[in-house]
């Protein structure tokens, strides 16, 4: 079905209709009344006045990658930017013109053959729009920032239907509203990014310890942390195996490798590894190595904090996962750290609605599996491993905010002041609250 704008509708009876509406956590499972997909600005506004004039709910997919599954709302109107994906690149001015629904792997792949990239997040899969417009942490962020602080301008559609511009000099608030205030204030349809000469090398160092052994270890990859060149953004996780939970630290360069490789003394006397890893990716296999095939058939749930501080008494929760003891059984989730600091720490707080930026590691537990009867014990193994790094958290990135959290996820995403500055631009822009499918900034009453 199509409307006079070529505007493509797709309802129930549709046969792309299912693959549509899926999107990275099979436990979503709702069903629109209707899918747009827009293949212009056009189309997006009349996407937006449509759901307006029948009262409809409005959720918007960019990636649909986002685990909370936000865009897709029961009966409502999704609004499908999956068609606007075109990437536009000038090697001169290095920019990149990056329409609302493509997806990382396409930004990457058209600025990568000159050597130039920018912050983009680590999934190739995800969407461009909803990582930028939560901030955006990527293996570039030390150097060069985060994703919403490489944004040039936005064009945006706005709640009754206007295209407007957001940048430094026209619609200041907003400019700064959307950098980290996720889809609250409108549906981006274009992002103007500043490009980088990155080159096109990396190099990833893992090395595997035993849980039981990897307290000292982790104590001293913090330490060497807090020393880091920018180009080395420090990692570490822990997961079952078969053999007993294996705690991996390293780090991720991107750059030259010759210069990484003189951290790799430093890491390796940090204890014994049961097993070591450096390999040299080039950055768009770097980008693409934690993709998943079939990654929409699993069920997903996840927790996280932001870090300021990682004590030994975090370490030991770290490790444990929520458990009593490391013994526990394969169900608990995975935990891993990323460094930030560098040039996310450079800009001012106060610079964007994005929000700790003091922040030392960005902490996270994620699940996920198959089979519908485990959705409670995945979900409260993974609470549990957040809960278990409660006392030490300072914050929470939006864009890792569980479904369930809500309100109180909001108030932990950004500082009360903020968030008042937050709700004011809210009133302004959607003062109906049009846009509320997301973790939602609610406007003042009027």
């Not at 009262?55 to 029961?74: F, S, W």
């Not at 999956?82 to 792997?105: E, I, K």
């Not at 950098?179 to 500043?194: A, K």
């Not at 870090?307 to 394969?330: H, N, V």
């Amino acid at each position: 079905m199509t409307t006079a704008t070529n505007l493509r509708l797709l309802t129930p009876d549709d046969p792309d209709y299912d693959a549509a509406r899926t999107v990275w956590n099979a436990m979503i499972d709702r069903r629109p009344r209707m899918i747009a997909r827009p293949a212009s600005v056009t189309d997006v506004v009349t996407a937006v006045r449509l759901a307006r004039e029948l009262d409809l709910e409005i959720g918007v997919r960019c990636g649909g990658h986002n685990v909370a599954g936000l865009a897709v709302p029961a009966n409502g109107l999704m609004i499908d930017l999956t068609a606007l994906n075109a990437v536009r690149v000038d090697p001169v001015r290095r920019r990149a013109r990056v329409q609302g629904g493509a997806l990382l792997g396409a930004l990457d792949g058209a600025s990568q053959p000159y050597g130039l990239a920018t912050t983009a997040g680590n999934v190739s899969h995800t969407g461009v729009g909803g990582l930028t417009l939560g901030g955006g942490m990527g293996w570039l962020a030390r150097q060069h920032g985060l994703a919403c602080d490489n944004v040039v301008s936005y064009t945006m559609v706005t709640a009754d239907g206007r295209v407007v511009t957001a940048s430094r000099t026209e619609h200041p608030d907003l400019y700064w509203g959307l950098r980290g205030g996720g889809g609250n204030f409108g549906i981006v349809t274009d992002f103007d990014f500043q490009l980088h000469h990155t080159g096109t090398q990396t190099l990833v160092a893992e090395f595997d310890f035993r849980a039981e052994d990897a307290v000292p270890v982790l104590e001293g990859w913090r330490d060497l942390n807090a020393v880091a060149p920018r180009q080395a953004t420090f990692t570490a996780d822990v997961h079952s195996t078969p053999s007993g939970p294996i705690a991996t630290v390293g780090f991720v360069w991107v750059g030259d490798p010759a210069p990484a490789r003189r951290l790799l003394p430093a890491m390796r006397a940090l204890g014994r590894p049961v097993a070591e890893r450096v390999t040299t990716p080039s950055y768009l296999e770097l980008q693409q190595r934690d993709d998943t095939t079939g990654g929409h058939a699993y069920r997903r749930y996840s927790s996280a904090h932001y870090l300021q501080q990682f004590p030994t008494a975090a370490i030991e929760a770290f490790l444990l996962r929520g458990a009593r003891d490391l013994s526990a059984g394969s169900h608990l989730p995975g935990v891993g750290l990323q460094a930030h600091g560098g040039a996310i720490a450079d800009v001012a707080d106060a610079d964007a609605a994005f929000s700790h930026r003091g922040t030392m590691f960005e902490y996270g537990a994620g699940s996920r599996w198959t089979e519908p009867s485990e959705d409670d014990e995945r979900m409260a193994a993974a609470r549990s491993a957040g809960a278990a790094l409660d006392p030490y958290a300072h914050g929470v990135y939006v864009n890792s905010l569980a479904a369930d959290e809500g309100q109180r996820g909001v108030s932990r995403a950004y500082p009360a002041a903020k968030l008042a500055r937050l709700a004011a631009l809210k009133t302004v822009w959607d003062p109906q609250n049009a846009f509320h499918l997301n973790h939602n900034i609610r406007p003042h009453r009027r």
